[in-house]
């Protein structure tokens, strides 16, 4: 993979974590498999994490005063199991294996989020809901960095001021993704080498982070949703059949 490739796939992924993080989320589908393209293996999450912080704190400023925490301590012990679980599974595969389970990964958040648009509300506000979606919550975000979709179609259901839901959001990641790091460090899948290599994509980040800023009142969400599922489905088919 040439210089030129990586450094645009760093700065396109910048791009997408600025937008989703100041838009309406969910678009980490995108993400991970745009950064595969140049590191198709483990270490692609490396890359992506100190992208992920940065916003994290910019979302947190801006949004976390109103999180409802009581929810956020609810999801955040099997979260944190689920973590622990991904790391597991990460050391223990190849490349090219990460990419299949990659793949997987995506068809299956596809999936769910395709159900739950035609299930009743109520079944995300059970308490056994809680509990799934923390520990899938915690084991998507290790390991495919895709847990957003998962983590809104939770709190889309708890009733929470529009508010409360951005700032729960922000502080749910900014523990997940926090508590990541130490994982990805002695995994092997983040050093100072693979952490230098994400500076490429700060530019992306902060332009991507304005435009979804300025962009959130403009979009259609429904349609944007639709687009969303369409192009992770094709990174999915890609992964799939082509490795």
Request: charged content about 10%; overall charge positive.
């Amino acid at each position: 993979m040439d210089f030129d490739t990586a450094f645009f796939c760093i700065l396109a992924a910048g791009f997408i974590t600025g937008f989703s993080k100041f838009s309406i989320g969910g678009m980490g589908l995108l993400i991970l498999p745009i950064i595969a393209i140049a590191y198709p293996g483990p270490e692609a999450l490396g890359i992506l994490i100190p992208m992920y912080i940065a916003t994290d704190i910019l979302a947190v400023k801006s949004y976390g005063r109103d999180a409802s925490w009581p929810i956020v301590l609810r999801l955040l012990p099997l979260a944190l199991i689920g973590i622990g679980l991904g790391i597991w599974l990460l050391s223990s595969i190849n490349p090219e294996q990460f990419t299949l389970l990659l793949g997987v990964m995506i068809v299956l958040i596809l999936a769910l989020g395709l159900w739950l648009d035609y299930r009743p509300s109520a079944v995300m506000r059970h308490p056994a809901a809680t509990q799934a979606m923390g520990l899938l919550s915690g084991f998507v975000t290790m390991t495919a960095n895709a847990a957003g979709p998962l983590l809104s179609l939770y709190l889309m259901e708890q009733r929470l001021s529009k508010e409360a839901y951005v700032g729960t959001r922000a502080w749910a990641f900014m523990i997940l993704n926090s508590a990541k790091v130490p994982l990805l460090i002695a995994a092997g899948f983040l050093n100072e080498e693979i952490a230098l290599r994400s500076l490429a994509g700060l530019p992306g980040l902060l332009v991507g982070s304005l435009a979804g800023y300025w962009l959130l009142k403009k979009l259609n969400i429904n349609q944007f949703k639709w687009m969303i599922r369409g192009m992770a489905a094709i990174a999915a088919v890609k992964m799939l059949a082509f490795g």
